[in-house]
């Protein structure tokens, strides 16, 4: 109810500009919470956004910005005039939607399948021991990967004992596998650790509404349909929305570990494009018109998935 | 009490389920388990003999001299109490701001509300890239080579946020009502009914932001590499697996130089800085575990 | 206060004609003030310990401490951090990247506090080299920003063993054929084509591997460096250099005619089994774990990149396992009949631009100038090599003398931390090669190259191995040392005005050279033909560059003769 009130209120407080600012004062609590941290990002955040200018430049670090030629729109027209630079956008999309599609999806079930363990102890057990992985780092991770996945590692020697296949798969060498491999990789390290903020959003579920439905005769199945995942819904939903503002980073780290020059037109990130042309090249104004190109991208796919949320009467970031 | 009602609904619903559950789960903790071992095996294992790669869940040839190597360095003590301290006092900050601004966003009559979650989303977004971040923190405010540069830059995450609003959203709304009717304002509503509320939410937040602080080196790497009494754990471990590696090849820049050779080889310290830098967050995790895993009743305090 | 006074004092007395009395009297009152010098260094390292025995020396006897900075993330990206910000340290080792400290202009020029007259030794140590190492700036002045922390070694170059880029063949497999001599690819791959043909599996039923080529990210050298040397030359990165002309010419070899029987051979042996494709995929620990393991026959590398291997070979006493470098080439049938001469080890050259150059934020570059020419006295040159008589070693009949656990102590990372100025050592201007003068001539500088201890170091299997050949060190598998070219070698030239082509020329190399030695043989000619066509405008661009560069180079060292 009061809901609908405070948004018919905004609506009409953008007519009478007397009217906003005496509405805003009485706002003042929520004014104080929050304005000191609007500073803060104003700061930290947006001023150094002057370093976009060195997108159009040819920086260098000694002239700075005021010293520095500009070039005008050359460093964009370099980056989408290289045809591996154009690759490394599909393969940066391609990993990042494999990525958020197996994350969520495996982050979801596990955290049901966790919540759906009635003996305490052995839930934060299974929860502790599922989160260890983040805590290894990729040289580690992508290290057995490497040996699992080679040509006489243990999954071929499956593979052949299971006459699978004939010959042993060339997992590491090939580039139709790598966005999978990468994809599978991620979920063995992180799915544990992503599973805890839908752990977390699953305690704000009533715990009366299950014992409504058991009332009722509800199944555990219909439980988690018409309980769980209504609940943890908005988590979800505004998780998403998040995610494909960061389609456009799909690292670089474990790409440059698990890659190699067989499956370089598959492996080659933004990320990694970056590192190797620009700052090491000294190329700085390539580099900032690359994250800049990403940040423009990025705002676009936020906004876009924020208004389809919105279309479909979903919970929205914005 | 709500708790115990709640597992007991599930138990009535036959017994097929928790027993195939019961055994995925262990499966699945074998495959993430494995992994940990294995480096924590190798974190044991001579350094040399490791080299030879092949070591499953237990050293085969044992030696502490990889933990020896490290822990010998007293400068391993205070970089572990500069991250414990600033990883607190981070955090502290941290869920201080980020819950009142995340209360204050959630408040649907606020009139700035979609204006400062377009600019606070934003930041999330855009990235001005290294050398500007660089010029601002460590030139125009000075924060370079001091303690607080480890706490300014990151007392606030939008992220995080997001997470908190999401959750208070999901909180009944008749709960700030009531406190509002009461004559509470918003401050006091904040505080007193709503951040008890958070705490699974808010012991989530505090592991993202606890566990992010802790591992953190690039501050250390930008900033304060000069001082070495600033320098954080990560960053000195790091340090160490580097050195390790150069020595292995120290003649990479100087093929005149002695080819050294050292008694330990990146392979165990690699695993030994890992294990030295996790088992800290396994000791805090599981209070703050308790909170998100097994949740507060929110029956209870209804009514 | 007082006691460093005094400890001056009685320095000046003990060793009057070490200090020019003039540098000290220029900056007297600068030189009685306790200092804290920053430092930067371009590299991974430890911090010394607080009561490391020769920092206090240093600072007992000149008054500087020093702040260490090491490297901890990427080099290029840390400097351009410190350039945008102008916060340089007083002294800076830029590591590989100096260059870009030089450009923009971060250092100081050392002309104006080195010369002859004001700094003898440190002239003298420069002065045979001075020609590579000083260069001219915009304005035709004579600059110096960096005095090379290696290469300027006393006496004959001192090979023990090859320390660069060669074939490597385990020892086992020359044990077996009867230690042949192996000069050329196909004399090498004929052995362990036998060996393996007769040994499949070592003793734990592991296959052998016959030939790995490393491929990861830099290390790639392994794969695309080999032809020049097969050609006969040393290692000049990737370009070959035609040094019978004083025209020099340059160019690159991947693309060349010649390069393609050594491509096709790989790819022959790839047919036969000797080459598994997992190493195109390996990483450098999975590389290290291989050769480890012993089962690895051979491999085209460099000594120091896999010295963890050796290592753990000699600790598992799997000595048959280790490698012994060999100077290949082609066999005249690959190259139009001609007997191409063996080069693989060059003659000794200063590591140009590598080490410590003071930077312009330096409020005391002449106190540090005066200290680096005190500091290459015998004196400080023995402590900062061999450390504290009768601690770390001793003089027996003019010998310089280790037992085996102070040459051991010297190889333990936390003991340099205690007992070794190894981050401000390692930086700065020093003596190498042989001592000539005084009591202790005929000595090495480095504990490392002294004979003694190099034979001490080596195991029985090793000493009798040599004796069959009837060599004395590991280094007489291959010729001698070649003469230095005129432009030195052509790796250490800074081709930055072409990094991005070099980039494409690199890339192109790293994906078709392993899809050459893999493919279907009847396939590798069109592959080939495809590969050079690719490569061409890269390679092209690459070659022109290097030309001038070497060069001039060259003519820099020409001239001035």
Same mark, same amino acid.
């Given at each position: 109810?009061?809901?609908?009130?405070?948004?018919?209120?905004?609506?009409?407080?953008?007519?009478?500009?007397?009217?906003?600012?005496?509405?805003?004062?009485?706002?003042?609590?929520?004014?104080?919470?929050?304005?000191?941290?609007?500073?803060?990002?104003?700061?930290?955040?947006?001023?150094?956004?002057?370093?976009?200018?060195?997108?159009?430049?040819?920086?260098?670090?000694?002239?700075?910005?005021?010293?520095?030629?500009?070039?005008?729109?050359?460093?964009?027209?370099?980056?989408?005039?290289?045809?591996?630079?154009?690759?490394?956008?599909?393969?940066?999309?391609?990993?990042?939607?494999?990525?958020?599609?197996?994350?969520?999806?495996?982050?979801?079930?596990?955290?049901?399948?966790?919540?759906?363990?009635?003996?305490?102890?052995?839930?934060?057990?299974?929860?502790?021991?599922?989160?260890?992985?983040?805590?290894?780092?990729?040289?580690?991770?992508?290290?057995?990967?490497?040996?699992?996945?080679?040509?006489?590692?243990?999954?071929?020697?499956?593979?052949?004992?299971?006459?699978?296949?004939?010959?042993?798969?060339?997992?590491?060498?090939?580039?139709?596998?790598?966005?999978?491999?990468?994809?599978?990789?991620?979920?063995?390290?992180?799915?544990?650790?992503?599973?805890?903020?839908?752990?977390?959003?699953?305690?704000?579920?009533?715990?009366?509404?299950?014992?409504?439905?058991?009332?009722?005769?509800?199944?555990?199945?219909?439980?988690?349909?018409?309980?769980?995942?209504?609940?943890?819904?908005?988590?979800?939903?505004?998780?998403?929305?998040?995610?494909?503002?960061?389609?456009?980073?799909?690292?670089?780290?474990?790409?440059?570990?698990?890659?190699?020059?067989?499956?370089?037109?598959?492996?080659?990130?933004?990320?990694?494009?970056?590192?190797?042309?620009?700052?090491?090249?000294?190329?700085?104004?390539?580099?900032?018109?690359?994250?800049?190109?990403?940040?423009?991208?990025?705002?676009?796919?936020?906004?876009?998935?924020?208004?389809?949320?919105?279309?479909?009467?979903?919970?929205?970031?914005? | 009490?709500?708790? /115990?009602?709640?597992?007991?609904? /599930?138990?009535?619903?036959?017994?097929?389920?928790?027993?195939?559950?019961?055994?995925?789960?262990?499966?699945?903790?074998?495959?993430?388990?494995?992994?940990?071992?294995?480096?924590?095996?190798?974190?044991?294992?001579?350094?040399?003999?490791?080299?030879?790669?092949?070591?499953?869940?237990?050293?085969?040839?044992?030696?502490?001299?990889?933990?020896?190597?490290?822990? @010998?360095?007293?400068?391993?003590?205070?970089?572990?109490?500069?991250?414990?301290?600033?990883?607190?006092?981070?955090?502290?900050?941290?869920?201080?701001?980020?819950?009142?601004?995340?209360?204050?966003?959630?408040?649907?009559?606020?009139?700035?509300?979609?204006?400062?979650?377009?600019?606070?989303?934003?930041?999330?977004?855009?990235?001005?890239?290294?050398?500007?971040?660089?010029?601002?923190?460590?030139?125009?405010?000075?924060?370079?080579?001091?303690?607080?540069?480890?706490?300014?830059?990151?007392?606030?995450?939008?992220?995080?946020?997001?997470?908190?609003?999401?959750?208070?959203?999901?909180?009944?709304?008749?709960?700030?009502? @009531?406190?509002?009717?009461?004559?509470?304002?918003?401050?006091?509503?904040?505080?007193?009914?709503?951040?008890?509320?958070?705490?699974?939410?808010?012991?989530?937040?505090?592991?993202?932001?606890?566990?992010?602080?802790?591992?953190?080196?690039?501050?250390?790497?930008?900033?304060?590499?000069?001082?070495?009494?600033?320098?954080?754990?990560?960053?000195?471990?790091?340090?160490?697996?580097?050195?390790?590696?150069?020595?292995?090849?120290?003649?990479?820049?100087?093929?005149?130089?002695? @080819?050294?050779?050292?008694?330990?080889?990146?392979?165990?310290?690699?695993?030994?800085?890992?294990?030295?830098?996790?088992?800290?967050?396994?000791?805090?995790?599981?209070?703050?575990?308790?909170?998100?895993?097994?949740?507060?009743?929110?029956? @209870?305090?209804?009514? | 206060?007082?006691?460093?006074?005094?400890?001056?004092?009685?320095?000046?007395?003990?060793?009057?004609?070490?200090?020019?009395?003039?540098?000290?009297?220029?900056?007297?009152?600068?030189?009685?003030?306790?200092?804290?010098?920053?430092?930067?260094?371009?590299?991974?390292?430890?911090?010394?310990?607080?009561?490391?025995?020769?920092?206090?020396?240093?600072?007992?006897?000149?008054?500087?401490?020093?702040?260490?900075?090491?490297?901890?993330?990427?080099?290029?990206?840390?400097?351009?951090?410190?350039?945008?910000?102008?916060?340089?340290?007083?002294?800076?080792?830029?590591?590989?990247?100096?260059?870009?400290?030089?450009?923009?202009?971060?250092?100081?020029?050392?002309?104006?506090?080195?010369?002859?007259?004001?700094?003898?030794?440190?002239?003298?140590?420069?002065?045979?080299?001075?020609?590579?190492?000083?260069?001219?700036?915009?304005?035709?002045?004579?600059?110096?920003?960096?005095?090379?922390?290696?290469?300027?070694?006393?006496?004959?170059?001192?090979?023990?063993?090859?320390?660069?880029?060669?074939?490597?063949?385990?020892?086992?497999?020359?044990?077996?054929?009867?230690?042949?001599?192996?000069?050329?690819?196909?004399?090498?791959?004929?052995?362990?084509?036998?060996?393996?043909?007769?040994?499949?599996?070592?003793?734990?039923?592991?296959?052998?591997?016959?030939?790995?080529?490393?491929?990861?990210?830099?290390?790639?050298?392994?794969?695309?460096?080999?032809?020049?040397?097969?050609?006969?030359?040393?290692?000049?990165?990737?370009?070959?250099?035609?040094?019978?002309?004083?025209?020099?010419?340059?160019?690159?070899?991947?693309?060349?005619?010649?390069?393609?029987?050594?491509?096709?051979?790989?790819?022959?042996?790839?047919?036969?089994?000797?080459?598994?494709?997992?190493?195109?995929?390996?990483?450098?620990?999975?590389?290290?774990?291989?050769?480890?393991?012993?089962?690895?026959? +051979?491999?085209?590398?460099?000594?120091?990149?896999?010295?963890?291997?050796?290592?753990?070979?000699?600790?598992?006493?799997?000595?048959? !396992?280790?490698?012994?470098?060999?100077?290949?080439?082609?066999?005249?049938?690959?190259?139009?009949?001609?007997?191409?001469?063996?080069?693989?080890?060059?003659?000794?050259?200063?590591?140009?631009? !590598? +080490?410590?150059?003071?930077?312009?934020?330096?409020?005391?570059?002449?106190?540090?100038?005066?200290?680096?020419?005190?500091?290459?006295?015998?004196?400080?040159?023995?402590?900062?090599?061999?450390?504290?008589?009768?601690?770390?070693?001793?003089?027996?009949?003019? !010998?310089?003398?280790?037992?085996?656990?102070?040459?051991?102590?010297?190889?333990?990372?936390?003991?340099?931390?205690?007992?070794?100025?190894?981050?401000?050592?390692?930086?700065?201007?020093?003596?190498?090669?042989?001592?000539?003068?005084?009591?202790?001539?005929?000595?090495?500088?480095?504990?490392?190259?002294?004979?003694?201890?190099?034979?001490?170091?080596?195991?029985?299997?090793?000493?009798?191995?040599?004796?069959?050949?009837?060599?004395?060190?590991?280094?007489?598998?291959?010729?001698?040392?070649?003469?230095?070219?005129?432009?030195?070698?052509?790796?250490?030239?800074?081709?930055?005005?072409?990094?991005?082509?070099?980039?494409?020329?690199?890339?192109?190399?790293?994906?078709?050279?392993?899809?050459?030695?893999?493919?279907?043989?009847?396939?590798?000619?069109?592959?080939?033909?495809?590969?050079?066509?690719?490569?061409?405008?890269?390679?092209?661009?690459?070659?022109?560059?290097?030309?001038?560069?070497?060069?001039?180079?060259?003519?820099?060292?020409?001239?001035?003769?």
């Amino acid at each position: 109810m009061s809901r609908v009130k405070a948004n018919a209120g905004q609506v009409s407080g953008g007519t009478t500009k007397k009217g906003f600012f005496t509405r805003l004062g009485k706002q003042w609590q929520l004014l104080l919470m929050s304005v000191p941290m609007v500073i803060y990002v104003l700061v930290f955040n947006y001023s150094p956004l002057w370093g976009w200018i060195t997108a159009f430049q040819d920086y260098k670090p000694k002239l700075g910005i005021a010293g520095s030629k500009f070039v005008g729109w050359k460093n964009f027209e370099w980056l989408f005039g290289r045809q591996d630079f154009l690759q490394s956008i599909r393969n940066t999309l391609g990993m990042s939607i494999i990525n958020l599609v197996f994350g969520t999806v495996s982050a979801i079930v596990l955290a049901i399948l966790i919540n759906e363990v009635i003996h305490t102890g052995f839930k934060r057990f299974v929860q502790t021991v599922t989160y260890l992985p983040h805590f290894l780092s990729m040289v580690i991770v992508v290290g057995m990967a490497q040996n699992i996945f080679a040509s006489n590692g243990p999954l071929n020697q499956l593979l052949l004992n299971l006459h699978l296949v004939k010959q042993p798969v060339f997992f590491l060498g090939e580039g139709k596998y790598f966005w999978w491999l990468v994809g599978v990789i991620n979920v063995w390290k992180e799915v544990g650790w992503n599973t805890i903020i839908y752990i977390a959003a699953m305690t704000a579920i009533d715990p009366m509404l299950y014992e409504a439905a058991s009332i009722d005769g509800a199944s555990r199945w219909d439980k988690i349909r018409y309980i769980t995942l209504p609940g943890i819904k908005s988590t979800f939903i505004i998780l998403l929305i998040m995610n494909i503002g960061h389609l456009m980073e799909a690292g670089f780290e474990i790409q440059y570990l698990l890659g190699s020059s067989l499956v370089m037109d598959w492996s080659q990130t933004i990320d990694i494009f970056v590192l190797k042309y620009g700052i090491s090249k000294q190329q700085y104004g390539v580099a900032t018109a690359a994250g800049m190109f990403k940040s423009v991208v990025a705002i676009i796919l936020l906004f876009a998935a924020n208004a389809m949320a919105k279309r479909l009467d979903e919970s929205t970031l914005i | 009490m709500a708790k /115990v009602k709640r597992s007991g609904s /599930v138990v009535k619903t036959g017994k097929v389920f928790p027993v195939c559950n019961a055994i995925f789960l262990i499966l699945l903790m074998f495959v993430t388990l494995y992994p940990v071992l294995n480096t924590v095996a190798y974190s044991f294992n001579d350094g040399t003999d490791a080299l030879r790669g092949n070591i499953g869940l237990w050293p085969r040839v044992f030696s502490l001299e990889s933990y020896r190597s490290i822990l @010998s360095d007293k400068a391993v003590y205070q970089a572990a109490w500069i991250s414990a301290s600033k990883t607190v006092i981070t955090t502290i900050l941290n869920l201080f701001w980020t819950s009142m601004l995340a209360y204050v966003l959630s408040r649907r009559e606020f009139l700035l509300r979609k204006v400062f979650t377009v600019l606070f989303v934003l930041t999330m977004y855009v990235n001005a890239g290294l050398i500007p971040n660089y010029l601002l923190i460590s030139k125009t405010l000075g924060l370079g080579n001091s303690y607080l540069v480890y706490i300014i830059p990151t007392m606030f995450s939008c992220f995080n946020m997001i997470v908190i609003r999401t959750y208070i959203q999901g909180l009944p709304e008749a709960l700030v009502e @009531s406190a509002r009717i009461d004559g509470a304002g918003d401050l006091r509503a904040f505080w007193q009914i709503i951040f008890p509320l958070c705490k699974p939410v808010l012991a989530t937040v505090a592991l993202f932001v606890a566990v992010g602080s802790w591992n953190s080196w690039f501050d250390t790497y930008l900033y304060n590499g000069g001082k070495k009494e600033l320098y954080t754990l990560q960053y000195l471990l790091k340090m160490k697996l580097a050195t390790t590696q150069a020595s292995a090849n120290a003649a990479k820049a100087t093929a005149e130089a002695l @080819s050294s050779s050292t008694m330990t080889t990146p392979v165990t310290i690699r695993c030994a800085i890992t294990v030295i830098a996790t088992v800290p967050i396994l000791v805090v995790y599981p209070f703050l575990q308790k909170y998100f895993v097994t949740g507060i009743a929110l029956g @209870s305090v209804k009514e | 206060m007082k006691k460093f006074i005094a400890a001056s004092l009685a320095l000046a007395l003990v060793v009057p004609t070490l200090l020019p009395v003039h540098a000290f009297a220029d900056d007297a009152a600068a030189a009685e003030e306790p200092i804290t010098l920053t430092v930067f260094r371009g590299d991974p390292g430890d911090q010394p310990t607080e009561d490391n025995k020769i920092y206090q020396k240093i600072k007992d006897e000149f008054g500087v401490s020093f702040e260490f900075e090491f490297l901890a993330g990427d080099l290029d990206e840390k400097l351009g951090m410190m350039i945008a910000g102008e916060d340089y340290p007083d002294l800076f080792d830029g590591g590989n990247s100096a260059d870009l400290l030089i450009q923009n202009g971060a250092l100081i020029n050392l002309l104006d506090y080195v010369s002859p007259e004001k700094t003898p030794r440190l002239w003298a140590h420069i002065e045979p080299q001075k020609a590579r190492l000083i260069n001219k700036d915009e304005d035709g002045n004579d600059v110096l920003y960096i005095i090379p922390n290696y290469g300027l070694a006393d006496g004959e170059q001192i090979v023990n063993q090859v320390n660069g880029p060669a074939f490597f063949l385990q020892k086992q497999v020359l044990e077996w054929a009867g230690y042949p001599q192996v000069h050329t690819l196909n004399e090498y791959f004929d052995l362990i084509e036998g060996f393996i043909a007769e040994n499949p599996t070592d003793e734990n039923g592991v296959p052998y591997v016959g030939f790995d080529i490393l491929c990861e990210d830099w290390r790639h050298f392994c794969l695309i460096n080999p032809v020049q040397h097969l050609m006969g030359r040393p290692n000049d990165g990737e370009v070959l250099v035609d040094v019978s002309t004083d025209e020099f010419h340059t160019e690159t070899f991947i693309d060349k005619p010649y390069a393609k029987p050594y491509y096709k051979k790989l790819n022959e042996e790839f047919q036969k089994g000797l080459i598994s494709k997992d190493t195109f995929v390996m990483s450098y620990d999975q590389y290290i774990a291989q050769l480890s393991s012993g089962t690895v026959l +051979g491999m085209f590398d460099q000594t120091w990149d896999f010295n963890d291997a050796t290592y753990a070979l000699q600790t598992a006493k799997m000595y048959d !396992r280790t490698y012994v470098a060999l100077g290949l080439v082609y066999d005249p049938e690959y190259v139009d009949g001609k007997e191409i001469e063996e080069h693989y080890v060059n003659g000794s050259l200063p590591n140009v631009n !590598r +080490g410590f150059g003071i930077s312009v934020n330096c409020e005391c570059p002449e106190r540090i100038v005066a200290m680096w020419e005190e500091m290459l006295s015998d004196e400080w040159q023995l402590l900062f090599n061999w450390g504290i008589e009768g601690e770390d070693y001793s003089i027996e009949n003019g !010998r310089l003398v280790m037992t085996r656990e102070q040459y051991e102590n010297t190889l333990d990372n936390n003991w340099i931390m205690a007992n070794k100025a190894r981050a401000f050592f390692e930086s700065s201007p020093k003596k190498q090669g042989w001592i000539l003068d005084g009591d202790l001539a005929g000595n090495c500088w480095e504990p490392g190259n002294q004979p003694e201890i190099v034979f001490d170091q080596m195991n029985e299997y090793d000493k009798a191995f040599l004796e069959k050949y009837g060599y004395q060190k590991f280094a007489d598998f291959v010729n001698p040392p070649i003469e230095l070219a005129p432009y030195g070698e052509a790796w250490q030239i800074d081709y930055s005005p072409v990094d991005v082509d070099h980039q494409d020329f690199l890339d192109i190399q790293d994906k078709y050279l392993p899809e050459l030695i893999m493919t279907d043989p009847d396939n590798f000619d069109a592959l080939w033909d495809e590969f050079v066509a690719e490569i061409t405008p890269s390679a092209t661009a690459f070659s022109e560059f290097m030309q001038e560069a070497v060069l001039a180079e060259a003519h820099k060292v020409l001239d001035n003769q």
